[in-house]
T-cell receptor, first 114, second 114 residues
Framework: AQSVTQLGSHVSVSEGALVLLRCNYS??????LFWYVQYPNQGLQLLLK????ATLVKGINGFEAEFKKSETSFHLTKPSAHMSDAAEYFC????????????WGAGTKLIIKP | SQTIHQWPATLVQPVGSPLSLECTVE??????LYWYRQAAGRGLQLLFY??????ISSEVPQNLSASRPQDRQFILSSKKLLLSDSGFYLC?????????????FGQGTRLTVV
């Protein structure tokens, strides 16, 4: 069965530093790929998605992610972290060979140090 | 534009009491609808999803049930709450399986069973 792995339940970076949150999927057929952000006690908000086309995808709040088929990865990055980026981030996929819904990673809590 | 409403935002209920959480979607028709739960420090667990009125699929055996009495209304219920039902409940919708646009979430309900 398809699975999504997010490396690191917590990632801590200094304000102004590069943010890198890792996501790997397990299928040989690349799925549809998504990153969501969740602020405390709120719902999830879509940051960006990859369905087809250019493998570098830009999203809201200065985030971007690159789909790398050879590495089965869809890592999320932001060049310079801001205090307001502190939140939990979820990677999710929808397999192309099924009619099933989103399969979620366990989430990574991003901590920003002043 | 589409919006999703979920209420209440917080709820404290005694063990053994009933539960009803409601979710409605506006601005779209025939959405797929979902109920998720987040337990403290854990990821997203899909509880139920629905592809149409009266069509409910349950992902995990539990003390909860769901109903879809109208196209854009999704209700999560329990006849007798357990302590283990505490958590953050999220309603979501998608166009079809969400392949092209992902899922859109409500603001969540924080349920504490005491």
């Amino acid at each position: 069965a398809q699975s999504v792995t997010q490396l690191g339940s917590h990632v801590s970076v200094s304000e102004g530093a590069l943010v890198l949150l890792r996501c790997n999927y397990s299928s040989s057929v690349p799925p549809y790929l998504f990153w969501y952000v969740q602020y405390p006690n709120q719902g999830l908000q879509l940051l960006l998605k990859y369905t087809t086309g250019a493998t570098l995808v830009k999203g809201i709040n200065g985030f971007e992610a690159e789909f790398k088929k050879s590495e089965t990865s869809f890592h999320l990055t932001k060049p310079s972290a801001h205090m307001s980026d502190a939140a939990e981030y979820f990677c999710a996929v929808i397999p192309k060979d099924s009619n099933y819904q989103l399969i979620w990673g366990a989430g990574t809590k991003l901590i920003i140090k002043p | 534009s589409q919006t999703i409403h979920q209420w209440p935002a917080t709820l404290v209920q005694p063990v053994g009491s009933p539960l009803s959480l409601e979710c409605t979607v506006e601005g779209t028709s025939n959405p797929n609808l979902y109920w998720y739960r987040q337990a403290a420090g854990r990821g997203l667990q899909l509880l139920f999803y629905s592809i149409g009125i009266g069509q409910i699929s349950s992902e995990v055996p539990q003390n909860l049930s769901a109903s879809r009495p109208q196209d854009r209304q999704f209700i999560l219920s329990s006849k007798k709450l357990l302590l283990s039902d505490s958590g953050f409940y999220l309603c979501a919708w998608s166009r079809g399986t969400g392949r092209e646009s992902g899922a859109f979430f409500g603001q969540g309900t924080r349920l504490t069973v005491v």
